[in-house]
């Protein structure tokens, strides 16, 4: 099935595939399929460990609180990968009408063998989501650091996603942080960075970080109400069950924090 203006997944697709009168990939979005492709077959494993459980566990309790009060709520999540957001949003509301976005078909494709096939996938990168391609969404996410991968200017990408929610609609969107203890070193505080996912070796992908301030800004200038939290000082430098309870508690605040993460509740 063919979107709006994008091409929706099916099983066996494994190139990137513009959608029709769509602009050419950018340099960016071409080393974000590749690298993505490329890592997407042993992603899961990586991210199978304790610590990564404790992470899934505090977004998952941060979604919860997003979702609405009854069992069908709208939600849309950029940078789906291999099906991480589903299964969370799944398991706090079994009948979510989920809508998945990402410009990797491979991890699209390790998506579809681990669940339903009926999903929603739209194989396609966030950049190309028109202003109009959605309305009225309960929630819109970008968890685990998904929207430092999207090439659009910070208001733009903010303006955007706020036409697509309700009134009193969520979003919570997860950045890489410009001010982590982790910049002290050799990454320094510049505001693109090449990345690598935990414990892959298989090349970078190209990366925005953002500061605390100026994401807080941005969603003032443009009538949001947010807050911000993380995922912990520790996480990407320490990842220790020793420090798993500690990362834990202080990741309800963006100090210093691996990521920034924007809890986005409605119109201010």
């Given at each position: 099935m063919t979107g709006l203006d994008g091409v929706d997944y099916r099983p066996g697709d494994r190139a990137y595939r513009p959608a029709a009168g769509a602009d050419l990939p950018t340099e960016w979005l071409k080393?974000?399929?590749?690298?993505?492709?490329?890592?997407a077959p042993v992603y899961d494993r990586h991210y199978s460990t304790e610590w990564s459980a404790s992470e899934n566990a505090i977004v998952a309790a941060r979604l919860s609180r997003l979702l609405p009060d009854r069992p069908d709520p709208w939600v849309l999540d950029l940078g789906c990968g291999t099906g991480l957001g589903y299964h969370m949003l799944t398991e706090l509301r079994p009948h979510v009408n989920y809508t998945g976005v990402d410009a990797s078909a491979?991890?699209?494709?390790?998506?579809r063998k681990k669940f339903d096939t009926d999903i929603h996938l739209i194989n396609q990168p966030a950049e190309w989501l028109a202003a109009g391609r959605?309305?009225?969404?309960?929630?819109?996410?970008?968890?685990f650091t998904s929207?430092?991968?999207?090439?659009?200017?910070?208001p733009d990408l903010l303006e955007r996603i706020g036409g697509w929610i309700k009134p009193s609609g969520g979003i919570y969107l997860s950045f890489l942080n410009r001010m982590s203890i982790g910049s002290?070193?050799?990454?320094?505080?510049?505001?693109?960075?090449?990345y690598s996912s935990r414990g892959m070796k298989s090349g970078t992908v190209p990366a925005r970080r953002y500061s605390t301030r100026e994401l807080i800004e941005t969603c003032r200038a443009l009538g949001l109400s947010a807050n911000v939290v993380s995922l912990g000082p520790f996480a990407g430098l320490v990842e220790s069950r020793?420090?798993?309870?500690?990362?834990?508690?202080?990741?309800?605040?963006?100090?210093?924090?691996?990521?920034?993460d924007v809890v986005i509740t409605g119109r201010g």
């Open positions: 080393r974000q399929t590749r690298y993505w492709d490329t890592v491979g991890m699209l494709e390790v998506f959605f309305a009225d969404l309960d929630l819109v996410i970008a968890i929207a430092s991968y999207i090439d659009l200017p910070l002290l070193g050799s990454t320094g505080f510049g505001r693109v960075i090449d020793l420090f798993m309870k500690a990362n834990a508690v202080l990741s309800n605040s963006s100090l210093f924090g691996h990521t920034i």
